[in-house]
């Protein structure tokens, strides 16, 4: 029985269950771009994982349906007058799905478990704010020096280096949610597997088929389970966006969180109001392996990057649904000055003939051509988004050829630093603040893809960091940008992301966002 095949029988099933008077379940069929890597909250690395993520498990704070910051596992918290130390008071009463009590010393242990480098977090540089947080990553200090504690069962006290505006939002991320502690020790590696899985959100795990379906279901024990309306959630991988459209067409998705954009105008026409479009916090950009002969050359990385024409790739691959990005940060961002390549003005003519100088001057052209390989994730946009730059380059004497992997393994291979030659990646603001995405470029990080290094950038990341005013430390970070993007390229911005998504009108309660957040807590299902 081929995988498609018995992804339609999960869905059509789930569908006829949850019709029939005599289940009476209200079933969510999402189809999300792509299966998780991992649902072990501090392994996962992409939206695709923290779409589940986010249903599965609760932190301190969450993002509601408008992708505003709500209490989440605490129902308050104080703020000393420095702005360093934040107790929390947790939710009284609430239990894991175990029925064991959600305590502070399970963020404690949680948080510990992050920053600990046998973790090997991809996300254990997002806690750097919290005081010892960067010694116990680099291995200087051990877990329990953290700036965490627990005062009592239901109070967590975190201390920071210094003042940081983001840092509420910043708990909505799954890097900081809570685990039980009792359940990974108790489990081991294996407590991530359905049956074993213990989680504090409005879901738990029942069943993970990969390339099939993950499963979760309502949560009796969650706090506010009585207005969760949305019984069983199957979240369908759907890399292959064209099928994913026949099967929304024929009602075995209610959703889709992405669509191939060659085809918007049909799609327009066919679902009306149900494709959703509008501003993403997010760049899609391409990433140099930066320490490997040729791309350790910055005249180089900038000739290709002149060279490709992101009005075309905006306005033709992705048919308005994206925006040409000349620098990594995205507007939009209150206080903060993007900084953006000096080229970001010229016209693409100009580019494309300054490109051609610097790949002549370092001796490439028709009797040396350049040879550059394109790592890209399953996708027919990612595809036709590198084929129309595989074509741009051509041209100018630049052979591109195009390898294709599953979005499991692409990532999985840029995250333990395989060989290429340019990769394609895209990021999304886990919290509206340009550090999350300067943050990439930073020495030793774990989504820092290119393996960019520079003291000059890390040190105005930490000056920003340490700031005394919120523009001495907006400067900084602008500063920061200036240096590792507009400068050296540590990552290629290509576009500014747009969200482009499929939503059945049989669902209420969606509500659009610049974070493109929807929890499925807050939905419901005619």
Known sequence: MNMNFKSWLVGTTMLVMGTTGAFAEVVFNRGNSADPESLDPHKTSTVYEAHILRDLFMGLTIHNAKAEVEPGAAESWT???????????????????????????????????????????????????????????????????????????????????APTPYFLEMLTHQATYPV????????????????????????????????????????????????????????????????????????????????????????????????HLGPYLGTYYYVYKINKAPWNDVK????????????????????????????????????????????????????????????????????????MEIRYNTSENHKNTAVAIQEQLKPLGVEVTLLNTDTKTHYGHLEQHGDFDVARAGWIADYKDPSNFLDLCKTGAGNNYSEYSSKEYDDFLAAGAAAASPEERMKNLSDAEAVGVARDLCVLPLLYYGFHTVVSSKLKGWEDNVMDVHPTRFLSKE
């Open 180 to 275: 039980s502690k009792a359940n990974v020790e108790a489990k081991g590696a294996d407590f991530v597997k359905p049956g074993n899985l213990v989680s504090n959100g409005a879901y738990t795990l029942a069943e993970f088929v990969p390339n099939d379906h993950v499963k979760a279901v309502k949560n009796p024990k969650f706090y506010d389970a009585a207005n969760v309306k949305i019984d069983v959630v199957n979240y369908i991988p759907t890399e292959d966006r064209s099928t994913a459209m026949k099967r929304f067409e024929a009602g075995e998705l209610d959703s889709n969180d992405d669509i191939p954009t060659e085809q918007l105008t049909d799609l327009k026409a066919k679902f009306g109001d149900q494709v």
């Open 79 to 161: 703020i000393s007058p420095d702005g360093k130390v934040y107790t929390f008071k947790l939710r009284a009463g609430a239990t894991w799905s175990d029925g064991s009590p959600v305590t502070a010393n399970d963020f404690v242990f949680s948080w510990q478990r992050i920053c600990d480098p046998a973790t090997a977090a991809e996300y254990a540089y997002m806690l750097a704010p919290v005081m010892n947080a960067e010694d116990v990553t680099a291995g200087k200090k051990k877990p329990d020096e953290l700036g965490v504690k627990a005062v009592d069962d239901m109070t967590f006290e975190v201390t920071l280096n």
């Open 300 to 371: 180089l990385r900038h000739a290709i990057s002149q060279a490709i024409d992101r009005d075309y790739l905006a306005e033709k691959v992705w048919q308005n649904t994206m925006i040409p990005a000349y620098s990594f940060v995205p507007p939009g961002i209150s206080g903060y000055e993007t900084r953006t390549t000096e080229y970001a003005e010229m016209s693409q003519i100009d580019r494309e003939d300054a490109a051609k100088k610097v790949l002549a001057d370092l001796g490439y052209g028709p009797d040396k051509p350049l040879k």
